[in-house]
Every structure is written in structure tokens, then in C-alpha cells.
């Protein structure tokens, strides 16, 4: 939402019903490495989410496209799709939009874990595109732009900018040495 890196006509608030913003992606290479993994969004299934819908031309339509497939499906931990979402136009109304869904069965996803788990990965995570903590607290930043409350990153981010961490051994991901690099995000 915060870094679309690529040229668009329109940016309008958007709500997707059936998927959920989540912290479920183990990141390998941009906010975190094998050795320690950060952790990044992805769009899980159930519950809804309210973010950022572009419009493109369609003269950039193919270059975009090509783009955001070689940013988010570098490692195809993700899972191109079409679905309905509803803009935050007036009057609203429904358009269909490509997302990018998690995949399950891919061994980056990292499923629902703990609240005190995701802090320490996003603390640990460090990779090419920077900090982890700063990916989570941006993100953080654009959803309250939008006058937004997402209580489950609200709540890592307390933790994040409060230095509160609980002191629980926090297991480390299996190995992901056949893992190819992660989206940027």
C-alpha cells in the first residue's frame, strides 16, 4: 500500500471481503535471511481487509503487471487472483482487482503464530530492503492514513515501538535452503 513502485492513474481505499491483512510470511530475503527470518504481510483467508486499490493504464498494464510479478512471485509464495472489492467511491461501487493471496502449501507461510513470535521476528528480520521493523511500523502508518485500525498489527506495533517483548524461546522456521528469495512487499 505504502510502495506501489509503479506508475498509476488512481489510488482509492478499498475493502476485500474474505480475505485478511495477516503477519504470516516467513521473509528470507528482503526483511530477513535463513539464518533469522523476518516476518511480512500477506492475504490470508476469512474476515475482510480495507487497503489501497490502484488503477493503471492501460498502456502500463502489461509492464505493471510483469513488475508486480517479479516482486511478489519471486518465490510463488504467493497466489495470483482476481475477486470482487468494493471501492470507497461515491457512490461505491465493485470492481474486480488482481491481489496476490498466500499460499498455504508454500513452506513460507508461516501460519497464525503467536503475538510475542511475530514481534521477535520482526525484530530480528534485516534483509536486503531493510529493516523488518520499519516494513510493519510503514505499513502501520499507511492503514491509520486511511483512518484505519487493523487490531492485530495495532497490537505487534505497540510492542514494536514500546520495546516490550516477552522472553519466551521462540523456535526457529525449519530450513529454508531451497526457499528462493521473498516478495519485497
Keep these: 500500500m505504502w510502495r506501489p513502485d509503479f506508475p498509476y492513474l488512481e489510488r482509492v481505499p478499498a475493502r476485500l471481503i474474505g480475505l485478511h491483512r495477516a503477519l504470516c510470511v516467513y521473509s528470507l530475503v528482503h526483511r530477513g535471511t535463513p539464518e533469522k527470518p523476518g516476518l ?14 490502484y488503477r493503471v493504464s492501460a498502456v502500463d498494464r502489461g509492464a505493471t503487471l510483469a513488475y508486480l510479478r517479479d516482486r511478489e512471485q519471486v ?39 503467536s503475538i510475542e513470535h511475530q514481534v521477535h521476528l520482526v525484530r530480528q528480520g534485516h ?15 499507511e492503514i491509520e492514513a486511511q483512518g484505519c485500525r487493523d487490531s492485530n498489527l495495532h497490537a505487534i506495533a505497540e510492542r514494536l515501538k514500546g520495546g516490550h517483548e516477552a522472553h519466551a524461546t521462540v523456535p526457529i522456521p ?8 521473498d516478495p519485497v512487499g
Excluded at 40 to 50: I, K, T, Y
Excluded at 89 to 111: C, E, I, K, N, W
Excluded at 127 to 136: F, H, I, M, Q
Excluded at 174 to 181: L, N, T
Design 40 to 53: 511480512v504481510l500477506g492475504l490470508d483467508r476469512g474476515g475482510a481487509c480495507r487497503g489501497i486499490a
Design 174 to 181: 525449519a530450513p529454508f535452503a531451497k526457499v528462493h528469495p
Design 75 to 113: 518465490t510463488s509464495v504467493y497466489l495470483e487472483a482476481l475477486r470482487r472489492i468494493t471501492l470507497a467511491a461515491s457512490p461505491p461501487r465493485d470492481v474486480t482487482a488482481l491481489v496476490f493471496l498466500v499460499d498455504r502449501s508454500h513452506p513460507q507461510y508461516a501460519g497464525r503464530l
Design 127 to 141: 534483509g536486503r530492503s531493510g529493516a523488518n521493523l520499519d516494513y510493519v511500523l510503514s505499513t502501520i502508518a
